[in-house]
């Protein structure tokens, strides 16, 4: 899906547009996600082998719950787990 533009760019299956660095644009987005400009439930997806990123708040698909790690470090802290423990 390369094409001379980029990489194409889908937002709940419809094409939005290109970018030129999927990786760099996943990462960002994922970023922004996490700082909470953008639902927190958006999937972000960059398709190496098929070369597209996929980008979706489609109700009805499943969702996981994910630790992040940057660096090597798990982001989750004994702080979260507390809250989680008490329903917070």
Do not use: W
Request: hydrophobic share 40%; aromatic share 8%.
């Amino acid at each position: 899906m390369n094409s001379e533009n980029g990489t194409d760019v889908f937002f709940n299956g419809r094409f939005i547009g290109f970018v030129s660095s999927p990786d760099e644009f996943s990462v960002k987005a994922r970023k922004i996600r996490r700082s909470g400009q953008l639902p927190r439930e958006m999937s972000i997806r960059f398709d190496k082998e098929l070369d597209y990123v996929a980008m979706s708040t489609e109700v009805g698909r499943v969702l996981r719950p994910l630790i992040v790690v940057e660096d090597g470090v798990s982001k989750l802290k004994d702080d979260h787990l507390v809250l989680l423990e008490t329903e917070k």
